[in-house]
């Protein structure tokens, strides 16, 4: 057991200290401008205190919109957050599951997506960098790309 903490700890120390070699690079308009035709998926189970600082980190970003995934014993708290943030209503939804599972939740918001690209995320992720979003969808300048994932924000 104390091994795999230790390796576990080595492992991420190892991870920051290359993270922080990396640079931005430069990204072309294209991903600018499919900014806007993304959709980000959150799925939440128990929101968090957080969960409004989150929301709004990632309207920054300049999605299409944000679906927020729950389930229906959640749902009205959920929606009291989002209604209190007052900024880009009509850019959040909030929709729900009767069943608490993670999976289901993705599964119910890719159902709703209609933009061309979406962002699969939990509801603790946020953003790192301004240009988080560009810099995810960056690769699909290549036409042989089809999915991209990030690192564990």
């Given amino acids: 057991m104390t091994s795999h903490r230790l390796w576990f700890a080595?492992?991420?120390?190892?991870?920051?200290?290359?993270?922080?070699?990396?640079?931005?690079?430069?990204?072309?308009?294209?991903?600018?401008?499919?900014?806007?035709?993304?959709?980000?998926?959150?799925?939440?189970?128990?929101?968090?205190?957080?969960?409004?600082?989150?929301?709004?980190?990632?309207?920054?970003?300049?999605?299409?919109?944000?679906?927020?995934?729950?389930?229906?014993?959640?749902?009205?708290?959920?929606?009291?957050?989002?209604?209190?943030?007052?900024?880009?209503?009509d850019k959040i939804r909030v929709i729900a599951t009767a069943v608490a599972d993670i999976r289901l939740q993705k599964v119910n918001g890719v159902g709703e997506v209609d933009s061309e690209f979406m962002l699969l995320l939990d509801d603790g992720v946020r953003p790192k960098h301004p240009a988080t979003l560009e810099y995810l969808l960056a690769p699909f300048d290549n036409g042989n790309v089809g999915a991209v994932g990030g690192p564990q924000m």
């Fill in 10 to 89: 080595l492992d991420k120390a190892q991870s920051q200290l290359h993270a922080r070699k990396c640079t931005p690079f430069p990204t072309s308009q294209w991903a600018k401008r499919r900014v806007k035709d993304t959709t980000i998926i959150l799925s939440c189970l128990q929101p968090s205190e957080k969960l409004g600082t989150v929301i709004q980190e990632w309207l920054a970003q300049g999605p299409r919109e944000i679906i927020i995934s729950t389930i229906d014993r959640d749902y009205d708290n959920i929606r009291r957050i989002v209604d209190a943030l007052k900024s880009q209503p």
